[in-house]
Structure formats: structure tokens, C-alpha cells
């Protein structure tokens, strides 16, 4: 799996379709969802071309709310978040991969539905030509990140859930991870963010915690009020990813990102993170949240990015779903050519 630095061929979302998260046809809030996710679409659409999924009968709403820049695909949908739906891809040599997880719904949550989604992945592979990789595992892309040199971040409480796989040792874990993504050494964070652990979290995805930026280089989402109770989750955290090696060897040098001020949000703790961002072609999108720490984000992204233009967009508008930018979006990366 290449590191999500490196040259993309495409970005794949999907469509907010009405549901339980996102509310019925015509409410209120499906269509703020869709706002906001059309926005994320059309400005990766101005460095790289992307392709929506729409659920059948919607596709031409999508098509009004996003442009001609954007390419929209009709196809039964339970749900709107391609980085857990969608494939994982890998490259070959000049061979396109797609590993299709097994995917039950975040660990086969209450209010989840994914007789569709759990198809999207194979999907996906078809309409671009990758060959699928049908994986025993079942895992979300959100739930995993890579810095394309070897190693892994995972968490304990995702891919050893035991509504996700249970009875899985951590070493079975490993095996299937590194068989199907080409890693070979993988870093266990102990858990997620508190809210991620609530009736609508993943119980714990490492993309609003914790992801490689360069190679050596890793960014960690950083609470710095006492009075939340991922100031000490992040501190666990930043200080087991400042110990670890990759898989060369080398220490990594960690990047602390501090979470937004804003610490309640709907009566619970906030989970608002700069860290769940998306990497493309010579640009980053990363969601704001109207707060006073958003200028200093942005300052740190700069240099952690240099010669990507950071791109804003609505971060409150998609984590009040449950996610945020890189939640949305799925990399398909261009195969033959790799920049380090």
C-alpha cells in the first residue's frame, strides 16, 4: 500500500444517501451532509479527479451538487464513508490491487446497515480495473495507516475487537495486515479518542489520532486541556509513538497537532481532530471548525507539507455525522509512479 503522500490517480467518496445518520429525503440535515461532502469533492477536483458513488435514483442530485469535475456513479448504498467502505488499494509493479476487507458495520453496531456497503469495495475494484483481494479480516481503511516503507498503525481496540474478529490473536492480526498491505512491521496504539468510543464511534480509528506525513515523520492529534479526557489518551499516545521504531529501525519524529479548543459538542466530548485529513496531488484538505486553534493547525500543516497548498473545509459541518475529511475520501494511487 503506498504511502497516501504519493501520486494519486484518483479519489473515490460517495454520496450521502438518506439514512438514519444523515436523516430523510429532503431534511435538513441530509442536506448539510451532502453540502458538505460536495465541497470536500469539488475541491480535490481541482488537483485530481474524483468519481462519487451515488445510491441509485440519486445520482443526478449528486451530479447538481458537485459539477462537471466530478464523476458520478450510481450503485446501492447503505452509507457515505469510502475510506471504510471502499477498497484499500495496493500496487504491483504495474498491477492495480484492492483489498476488500470484511466490513460489518464498525463492529456490527446497533444502527448500522451494510448489506450494500459491504459490496462497494469489489465494486469500486471493477469499475477501475484492480484486481480484489478478498481478505478474512474484517478492518476499515480509517482503522490503519501506512508510510509506505514497511510499517503499519493500527489500534488495539479495532482490528482485535471482538465484534470485529474475535478469538483473533494480535500476531494473526499482523499476518493478514502484512500479507495483504505489503507492510512488515506494524505499531499498536492502545485506543482511540474518547468519543469514538460511544453509541456511534469506531472504537477507536488511528485516522483521527494519529498518521504518517512523511517518511520518519508522524503527526498526533494532541489534546492540551486537562479537563478532557483525551489529554491523557494523547499523551499515551504521543509518548508510545515517540519510543517506536519503523520498520527500518528509526525513530520517528512526532508532530504534535493540538486538538481544537473547542472541548463539548452536542453534551458530549468533542473529538474535533486536524489530524483526519486527506493527502493529494500537491494539496491537503483539512476540516476547520470556526475555533481559535484553527490558524495555528493550518500554520503547522503548512510546514509539515511543504509545496501542498492546504485547502479548508467544513470540519463541523462532517464531523456532526461521525467522521471527518479523511473519513470521506478514498486514495486510488497512480500505478508505476511513486514519490518519496
Known amino acids: 500500500m503506498p504511502a497516501e503522500w504519493e501520486p494519486h490517480e484518483r479519489t473515490w467518496m460517495a454520496f450521502p444517501p438518506p439514512n438514519d445518520t444523515f436523516g430523510d429525503e429532503g431534511s435538513d440535515t441530509l442536506k448539510a451532509a451532502r453540502l458538505a461532502w460536495s465541497d470536500v469533492a469539488k475541491i480535490i477536483a481541482k488537483y485530481e479527479a474524483v ?18 469535475d466530478v464523476t458520478v456513479i450510481e450503485r446501492p448504498l447503505d452509507d457515505a464513508w469510502m475510506r471504510d467502505i471502499g477498497p484499500t488499494f495496493t500496487v504491483d509493479g504495474a498491477r492495480l490491487g484492492a483489498v476488500d476487507w470484511v466490513f460489518n458495520g464498525w463492529g456490527a453496531q446497533r444502527w448500522a446497515a451494510w448489506k450494500q456497503d459491504a459490496r462497494v469495495a469489489s465494486d469500486v475494484a471493477q469499475q477501475c480495473g484492480g484486481e480484489v483481494h478478498h481478505s478474512i479480516l474484517t478492518n476499515e481503511g480509517g482503522g490503519i495507516h501506512v508510510d509506505g516503507a514497511g510499517t503499519v498503525l493500527l489500534t488495539e481496540t479495532v482490528q482485535l475487537d471482538s465484534q470485529r474478529n474475535p478469538g483473533w490473536s494480535r500476531e494473526q492480526v499482523e499476518t493478514e495486515i502484512h500479507a495483504q498491505l505489503g507492510t512488515n512491521h506494524a505499531i499498536w496504539l492502545p485506543r482511540g479518542l474518547t468519543r469514538d468510543y460511544g453509541e456511534f464511534g469506531t472504537r477507536g480509528h488511528v485516522d483521527i489520532v494519529a498518521t504518517f506525513v512523511s517518511p520518519g515523520v508522524v503527526a498526533a492529534h494532541r489534546q492540551l486541556d486537562p479537563a478532557h479526557p483525551d489529554y491523557d489518551v494523547t ?61 495555528a493547525a493550518l500554520d503547522l500543516l503548512v510546514r509539515i507539507y511543504p509545496g501542498r497548498r492546504i485547502e479548508r473545509a467544513n470540519g463541523r459541518g462532517i464531523f456532526s455525522f461521525g467522521g471527518g475529511v479523511h473519513c470521506i475520501t478514498q486514495q486510488q494511487p497512480r500505478v508505476g509512479s511513486v514519490d518519496k
Open 51 to 68: 468519481t462519487l458513488i451515488a445510491d441509485v435514483g440519486q445520482g443526478a442530485a449528486a451530479t447538481a451538487m458537485t459539477g462537471p
Open 235 to 295: 499523551k499515551e499516545v504521543i509518548a508510545l509513538l515517540r519510543a517506536a521504531r519503523d520498520s527500518s529501525g528509526r525513530s520517528f519524529e512526532v508532530v504534535e497537532i493540538p486538538a481544537p479548543a473547542t472541548l463539548e459538542i452536542d453534551d458530549d466530548w468533542s473529538d474535533f481532530s486536524y489530524v483526519n485529513h486527506y493527502v493529494g496531488n500537491g494539496f491537503v484538505v483539512v476540516g476547520v471548525f470556526d475555533d481559535a486553534n484553527d490558524d
